[in-house]
């Protein structure tokens, strides 16, 4: 099975724009979970979505905000680019089940790399 | 609040040496716990997990974990490293059963160095 895939792998961003990051998940995976990380804060989750509904949030700012679609690709955006949204922006994706009963082992991929300029 | 803890920040080992990472969680019932390794320039992959069963878990490339309810802990052991394992590990924990079920936690990483 091919693994997690994340377009671009690489962007560069002024202050004040937008971004959209794309994720698709490994082939039968309904859950996807993106993940932050930089340096100072190390790993943090930013929300999941299972079946085209965000499941799960965590405390990032009303900029971030994300989308499933049918197929289960993922989309991440920022909006209103800040110098410290620069990071490694991670998806993963696991089987999990419908409720918030289970979790399975989330995949992860090689991540986006996010600069403000 | 809440967290997960891995106490060693940068290890250098000499190859052959023995390795063990601490990680330790602090939250109360029932948790799923992980360790993950991000080698430079790959994306974080799966050493081994522990949802239930024998606390004793073995993950590929030789390295082990031991879970101890008691300790709260999950620490990852490996008898005699290599230079390959070169890599940042982290440890992660998922909470089954509640509202955050997908949310994975994770520690601040452990840099492991180890030397010819």
């Known amino acids: 099975k091919a693994g997690v895939t994340q377009t671009p792998r690489y962007l560069i961003k002024t202050r004040g724009q937008q971004v959209t990051l794309s994720c698709s998940p490994i082939s039968g995976h309904r859950s996807v979970s993106w993940y932050q990380q930089t340096p100072g804060q190390g790993l943090q989750f930013l929300f999941e979505?299972?079946?085209?509904?965000?499941?799960n949030k965590g405390n990032f700012p009303g900029r971030f905000s994300g989308r499933q679609f049918s197929n289960s690709r993922s989309e991440m955006n920022v909006s209103t680019l800040e110098l410290g949204d620069s990071a490694l922006y991670l998806c993963?994706?696991?089987?999990?089940?419908?409720?918030?009963?289970?979790?399975?082992?989330?995949?992860f991929g090689p991540g986006t790399r996010l600069t403000v300029l | 609040a809440q967290s997960v803890s891995q106490h060693n920040h940068h290890v250098i080992l000499s190859e052959a040496a023995s390795l063990e990472l601490g990680c330790n969680y602090s939250y109360g019932g029932t948790v799923n716990l992980f360790w993950y390794v991000q080698y430079p320039g790959q994306h974080l992959q799966l050493l081994l997990k522990y949802f239930s069963g024998d606390p004793l878990v073995k993950g590929i490339k030789g390295f082990e974990a031991e879970f101890i309810k008691s300790k709260f802990s999950f620490n990852l052991r490996k008898p005699s490293v290599q230079w390959s394992d070169t890599a940042e590990y982290f440890c992660a924990v998922t909470r089954p059963f509640t509202g955050t079920a997908s949310k994975l936690t994770f520690g601040t990483g452990t840099r492991l160095q180890v030397t010819l």
């Open positions: 979505y299972f079946s085209e509904t965000q499941r």
């Open positions: 993963a994706s696991s089987t999990s089940r419908t409720g918030t009963g289970y979790t399975d082992t989330q995949y």
